[in-house]
């Protein structure tokens, strides 16, 4: 994936990319392009502790969203939390370290202020998302359940005729029919 990450990836390699995409699905796709964003972000800190601290931050934060029993549509959106609450971090310490030092223009602090609410709208329209989904699914189940009573209870009914009337299948339920 490394190598294909350019302006110009060789034919071989993206080949091979589209392979190995098709056979190990997008979740592993999710995952790589999440970790490479990851490493990418916090290389710019400088510090191995703040960097192994902020990927240990983002690898709790997939954990407990629950990524490891997640299907792949919730997976995609919690791999999508943690990679936007990463960046948010990132922005977020440029700023402190900016506004820490003397000399910069109000210009760029007032850029990275922009830059921290549209990483913030990002993480937050994440977070919403996420929770749309599983509400959508807990609604889901919350119907399935009647809905599979009503199937089991049809089965129990007596056999109807194909155009969806009651036919009665002896001389008794003719009788209670008919009354």
């Not at 999440?34 to 502790?49: E, F, I, S, T, W």
């Not at 402190?96 to 329209?125: P, Y």
């Amino acid at each position: 994936m490394e190598r294909c990450n350019t302006n110009e990836p060789e034919p071989a390699d993206v080949t091979a990319l589209r392979t190995w995409m098709r056979r190990d699905g997008i979740m592993l796709h999710a995952e790589e392009l999440a970790r490479a964003v990851a490493l990418k972000a916090v290389a710019k800190y400088g510090n191995a502790l703040l960097e192994e601290a902020v990927l240990s931050g983002c690898a709790d934060m997939i954990r407990r969203l629950g990524y490891a029993e997640a299907d792949p549509v919730e997976g995609l959106l919690i791999v999508q939390v943690a990679t936007a609450w990463l960046l948010l971090h990132t922005v977020q310490e440029k700023l402190a370290r900016i506004e820490g030092e003397a000399g910069h223009s109000l210009n760029i602090v007032n850029a990275l202020s922009q830059r921290v609410d549209r990483a913030q709208n990002r993480f937050t329209k994440a977070t919403e998302t996420l929770e749309k989904i599983r509400a959508l699914r807990r609604m889901t189940a919350a119907n399935e359940r009647p809905r599979m009573l009503r199937e089991h209870e049809r089965q129990a009914l007596p056999p109807h005729r194909g155009d969806g009337f009651f036919q009665p299948t002896d001389a008794k339920e003719l009788a209670v029919a008919k009354t």
